[in-house]
């Protein structure tokens, strides 16, 4: 157990719909992260926060934002869903943000039908 | 800039028998390096990491790997691969100058009985 959560584990929804899938990152860790993983897309870098502030963007869809709250943990909000938004949505946190390991949560499996 | 090549998609051993997966770098920086593995529908573990310390990483799970800054590679090996090794390997860059971490492609493992 990395002790990063994720909510909700799996997720079934229609094109055009919106979603918010949460994390709350290791107790004491500052940074959080986004990563999309399909199939015919490998494992993509969406987005990077650390203690509320966006640091690094990845290959984020204009369609998706995401955002660190106070208490640190974080949603990726998904909107206009299609069905190649249909992936293994994972979160890490990390301590600093900056040259340390990233502890991965379980991950959301989001399925667009 | 910064890059990683995993150089084996595939790599499939026999049960008992070492294991090589490769791993080569470039970074404009002294990187920090990682490896980490996924089980199917699972979150990424953290497998090892190396910074700026002892060339020679050991790692969960009976890993090492070994930092060679002259040919810029960072190569995985087990000495005797067990059924549970099975899984996705991915070689991770990143350095001081950026918040970016960049993963590699990814190489499956396969152990045969």
């Known amino acids: 157990d990395s002790g990063v959560t994720q909510t909700p584990k799996h997720l079934i929804t229609a094109t055009g719909q919106r979603v918010t899938l949460r994390c709350s990152p290791r107790s004491g860790d500052l940074s959080v992260y986004w990563y999309q993983q399909s199939l015919d897309q490998g494992l993509q870098f969406l987005i990077q926060y650390y203690n509320g502030e966006e640091r690094a963007k990845g290959n984020i869809l204009e369609r998706f934002s995401a955002q660190q709250f106070p208490d640190l943990h974080s949603e990726l909000n998904l909107s206009s869903l299609e069905l190649g938004d249909s992936a293994l949505y994972f979160c890490?946190?990390?301590?600093?943000?900056?040259?340390?390991?990233?502890?991965f949560g379980p991950g959301t499996r989001l399925t667009v039908t | 800039a910064q890059s990683v090549t995993q150089l084996d998609s595939h790599v499939s051993v026999s049960e008992g028998t070492p294991v090589l997966l490769r791993c080569n770098y470039s970074?404009?920086?002294?990187?920090?390096l990682f490896w980490y593995v996924q089980h199917p529908n699972k979150g990424l573990q953290l497998l090892l990491k190396y910074t700026s310390a002892a060339t020679l990483v050991k790692g969960i799970n009976g890993f090492e790997a070994e930092f060679k800054k002259s040919e810029t590679s960072f190569h995985l090996t087990k000495p005797s691969a067990h059924m549970s090794d099975a899984a996705e390997y991915f070689c991770?860059?990143?350095?001081?100058?950026?918040?970016?971490?960049?993963f590699g492609t990814g190489t499956r493992l396969k152990v045969l009985a």
């Open positions: 890490a946190s990390s301590l600093s943000g900056k040259m340390d390991e990233q502890y």
């Open positions: 991770v860059v990143t350095h001081s100058g950026t918040y970016k971490y960049i």
């Open positions: 970074s404009s920086y002294s990187p920090s």
